[in-house]
């Protein structure tokens, strides 16, 4: 986001506001005689001005110039823009103005119109006036549903305030008929998790599966790898043999999750196995798997078996090794003495502009140069050189130094 510089202010964007919210607005917005731009025709790109504008008083004085405009205001990306740049010169005065007027708008009789809103209020970090535009949709004869209510659950979650989203959410199920979902649970059970309450994520989870809301497998997903983060490998064990057993089919994601915690406990045949077992039950491993795979085996001092995984990546369609494999088949064969070999991938990697980090080539100009290699040393060297944006030249010394340090002993 690049730096908003204020140079005027314009006193129409305060006299203009409801008096609350006038009374709020910065002195320093009154203080200017000028009067703000006049609507542009549509023909003009107001989206590439309102881009383009760089200070929080000019903007927000063009936004409302322009605040009828269908262009401007069906733009979500443009908004969110606008939010976000106002937000962040702490214009929050502005933002509340913007918004409330949008409510008053006929598209404020649409529901997604709203949800947007309360999102956008979230994204300013303004929580209580998304909860606001919750609880007063009424207001605008605008019907609220499970999609109004998990925009704004989303942002409370925003507070780490386990006592607020719960009371929130028992609030709405006794004021509104509204059905909670899977997506309800998610959410609560990801907030719930990410402040390290394993325990009241999954008495959420079973308090509305109680209720008939199933949890899915996204819900089980989140669990699970915040189980086996803190360790607690039993209750992460547990929780997968009891999706399976409610007939919650894992995905991907739950199957990389699995074996991300093996890797960490160095269990790579095991891992392995995993993986084998994702491929007869239909499910393809990613970029992810075949990376946390061969790097588990590296660390297990299995380099054998890390080449023979790579291979078999190397012959899928779907899939190829990406940067993230690159640097770790590269650092082990490097650590592993194959420098031949590492100096086959790292060239194949450095072709797609795509670099191992600099120890790593450090490591491989090292072993090259010993091995009397100076020709290819001297390629890495070259490719090196050819990257876009370039090393620094401190970088570029260092592992230029290990080719004269070498050559010269």
Same mark, same amino acid.
């Given at each position: 986001?690049?730096?908003?510089?204020?140079?005027?202010?314009?006193?129409?964007?305060?006299?203009?506001?409801?008096?609350?919210?006038?009374?709020?607005?910065?002195?320093?917005?009154?203080?200017?005689?000028?009067?703000?731009?006049?609507?542009?025709?549509?023909?003009?790109?107001?989206?590439?001005?309102?881009?383009?504008?760089?200070?929080?008083?000019?903007?927000?004085?063009?936004?409302?110039?322009?605040?009828?405009?269908?262009?401007?205001?069906? =733009?979500?990306?443009?908004?969110?823009?606008?939010?976000?740049?106002?937000?962040?010169?702490?214009?929050?005065?502005?933002?509340?103005?913007?918004?409330?007027?949008?409510? #008053?708008?006929?598209?404020?009789?649409?529901?997604?119109?709203?949800?947007?809103?309360?999102?956008?209020?979230?994204?300013?970090?303004?929580?209580?006036?998304?909860?606001?535009?919750?609880?007063?949709?009424?207001?605008?004869?605008?019907?609220?549903?499970?999609?109004?209510? =998990?925009?704004?659950?989303?942002?409370?979650?925003? #507070?780490?305030?386990?006592?607020?989203?719960?009371?929130?959410?028992?609030?709405?199920?006794?004021?509104? @008929?509204?059905?909670?979902?899977?997506?309800?649970?998610?959410?609560?059970?990801?907030?719930?998790?990410?402040?390290?309450?394993?325990?009241?994520?999954?008495?959420?989870?079973?308090?509305?599966?109680?209720?008939?809301?199933?949890?899915?497998?996204?819900?089980?997903?989140?669990?699970?790898?915040?189980?086996?983060?803190?360790?607690?490998?039993?209750?992460?064990?547990?929780?997968?043999?009891?999706?399976?057993?409610?007939?919650?089919?894992?995905?991907?994601?739950?199957?990389?999750? &699995?074996?991300?915690?093996?890797?960490?406990?160095?269990?790579?045949?095991?891992?392995?196995?995993?993986?084998?077992?994702?491929?007869?039950?239909?499910?393809?491993?990613?970029?992810?798997?075949? =990376?946390? @795979?061969?790097?588990?085996?590296?660390?297990?001092?299995?380099?054998?078996?890390?080449?023979? @995984?790579?291979?078999?990546?190397?012959? &899928?369609?779907?899939?190829?090794?990406?940067?993230?494999?690159?640097?770790?088949?590269?650092?082990?064969?490097?650590?592993?003495?194959?420098? =031949?070999?590492?100096?086959? &991938?790292?060239?194949?990697?450095?072709?797609?502009?795509?670099?191992?980090?600099?120890?790593?080539?450090?490591?491989?100009?090292?072993?090259?140069?010993?091995?009397?290699? @100076?020709?290819?040393?001297?390629?890495?060297?070259?490719?090196?050189?050819?990257?876009?944006?370039?090393?620094?030249?401190?970088?570029?010394?260092?592992?230029?130094?290990?080719?004269?340090?070498?050559?010269?002993?």
């Amino acid at each position: 986001m690049l730096p908003l510089r204020r140079i005027r202010r314009f006193c129409h964007a305060a006299a203009a506001a409801p008096a609350a919210i006038a009374s709020k607005t910065k002195t320093s917005a009154t203080c200017s005689k000028q009067q703000p731009p006049k609507a542009i025709p549509l023909h003009e790109s107001v989206l590439s001005k309102l881009k383009a504008e760089r200070d929080p008083d000019k903007l927000f004085a063009l936004f409302k110039a322009n605040a009828h405009n269908k262009l401007v205001i069906e =733009n979500r990306f443009a908004f969110e823009d606008i939010v976000d740049r106002l937000a962040g010169a702490r214009c929050f005065d502005y933002i509340e103005h913007l918004l409330e007027h949008q409510k #008053t708008l006929p598209q404020g009789r649409r529901e997604g119109f709203i949800v947007r809103i309360i999102m956008l209020y979230g994204k300013a970090g303004m929580v209580k006036h998304a909860i606001d535009t919750f609880y007063d949709m009424h207001l605008y004869g605008c019907k609220r549903t499970v999609k109004s209510f =998990n925009a704004a659950l989303k942002v409370m979650a925003q #507070t780490r305030n386990i006592r607020a989203i719960e009371d929130f959410v028992t609030s709405v199920k006794s004021k509104f @008929v509204i059905e909670l979902d899977a997506y309800t649970v998610n959410i609560v059970t990801k907030a719930f998790c990410e402040m390290d309450s394993l325990d009241s994520a999954y008495l959420f989870m079973v308090q509305m599966a109680k209720l008939g809301i199933k949890p899915d497998v996204i819900t089980y997903t989140t669990l699970i790898s915040a189980s086996y983060k803190k360790n607690r490998c039993e209750i992460g064990n547990g929780l997968w043999n009891l999706m399976v057993y409610k007939g919650c089919r894992p995905n991907l994601t739950t199957f990389n999750v &699995r074996i991300q915690y093996l890797i960490n406990r160095r269990r790579a045949w095991q891992a392995n196995d995993t993986m084998r077992l994702m491929l007869k039950i239909g499910i393809d491993p990613d970029e992810v798997t075949y =990376n946390l @795979v061969i790097k588990g085996f590296c660390q297990a001092g299995y380099l054998e078996m890390a080449k023979r @995984v790579y291979s078999s990546l190397e012959c &899928r369609s779907e899939y190829k090794p990406n940067v993230k494999i690159f640097q770790t088949m590269i650092h082990y064969l490097c650590k592993g003495g194959e420098y =031949n070999l590492a100096y086959t &991938r790292c060239k194949d990697c450095m072709s797609k502009n795509w670099f191992p980090n600099v120890d790593t080539i450090h490591s491989l100009l090292q072993g090259l140069m010993k091995n009397g290699q @100076v020709s290819k040393a001297k390629m890495i060297m070259t490719l090196v050189r050819s990257r876009i944006p370039p090393f620094s030249s401190t970088q570029l010394d260092s592992l230029q130094s290990v080719l004269k340090k070498l050559k010269s002993g």
